[in-house]
Structures are given as structure tokens and as C-alpha cells.
């Protein structure tokens, strides 16, 4: 069973910064696109960000463009989110997932593989 491992929530104030860590075994890190997802309760899962396999192309939600970052490190198989100038209604579970498939904007159906998320809580 793949586990993708989340770490780094918490509970912060309106404007400060966070970030998140995401471990996967290296078979998957390697050759799949690694995202990250959220969803806040009472809503449906969002993409937030994403970092296809091989070419290294990134994706970002419009409402995070300019405040996160998402970034690998391929020796530690590690994806990260790095979350700045944080708002409260970017409070939620944050998951990190895994797709197969390593181009284009990927829908979340087509992640097989998530973590079990992590908390951000931010207020105001």
C-alpha cells in the first residue's frame, strides 16, 4: 500500500506563513505528478497546486498564485507547500496526492494515491 505522509499543519494567524511536507515512496516521487489538494469543511476538495513528473512543469490554483509555492526535493522524495501571507479561508485539511499522469492539469479523480491531510488553521 503506497502511504504519501503529510506534515507541518497547524494553527497560525492571518498573514503569517506555513509550510507543509509531503514524504512518498521513491517509485511513486520519481515518475508521478505530486499535488497538493484541499478542502475546507462543508466544501468540496480543491486543487491548490501541483508538480508534474519528469518535466517538471507547475501548476497553481488562481487563488494561491503569488502567496504559495510548491517545490521537490527528488533526493528526499519530498514535496513541499509553502504557504505565505495566509488568509482565513485558506483554513482546511490539506492532502497531498499522486497522478500517474504527467501532463496537463490533472482532475483529482485521476490522483490515485493520497495522504491522510493535515490541518492549516488560520485566524483572523
Known amino acids: 500500500q503506497v502511504q504519501l505522509v503529510e506534515s507541518g499543519g497547524g494553527l497560525v494567524q492571518a498573514g503569517d506563513s506555513l509550510r507543509l511536507s509531503c514524504v512518498a515512496p521513491?517509485?511513486?516521487?520519481?515518475?508521478?505528478?505530486m499535488g497538493w489538494f484541499r478542502q475546507a469543511p462543508g466544501k468540496e476538495r480543491e486543487f491548490v497546486a501541483a508538480?508534474?513528473?519528469?518535466?517538471?512543469?507547475?501548476y497553481y490554483a488562481d487563488f494561491v498564485k503569488g502567496r504559495f509555492i510548491i517545490s521537490r526535493d527528488n533526493s528526499k522524495n519530498t514535496l513541499a507547500l509553502v504557504m505565505n501571507s495566509l488568509k482565513p479561508e485558506d483554513t482546511a485539511v490539506y492532502f497531498c496526492a499522486a497522478s500517474p499522469y504527467t501532463s496537463g492539469t490533472i482532475p483529482s479523480g485521476q490522483y490515485f494515491y493520497w495522504g491522510q491531510g493535515t490541518q492549516v488553521t488560520v485566524s483572523s
Open positions: 521513491e517509485r511513486i516521487f520519481s515518475s508521478h505528478t
Open positions: 508538480f508534474s513528473g519528469y518535466g517538471g512543469k507547475i
